[in-house]
């Protein structure tokens, strides 16, 4: 049985990990891309899909490049987090 330390410690996870997940969707979708950067790690991995970006520099290019297209409509939902 957890103590409750270990409780607290795993609802501060849950909680900054939603928080995450919830800033990440709403910096990509209103377009507030260095916020969104700011979420990552310079040595972060970042793959979606097929694609891998290694480092804040190649991600940074990945939503940049999005965004250069002009202005687009898009909102980004999740649900079922799991964690383990």
Known sequence: MATESERLTQIETRLALEDLNTNFCFFLDHGHIYKL??????????????????GRAEIAKVFTRRSEGGP????????????Q
């Open 37 to 54: 950067l700011e979420l990552f790690t310079e040595t972060a991995n970042y793959s979606h899909g097929t694609r891998t970006s290694i």
């Open 72 to 83: 687009r409509t898009a909102r980004h939902l999740y649900s079922g987090l799991q964690l």
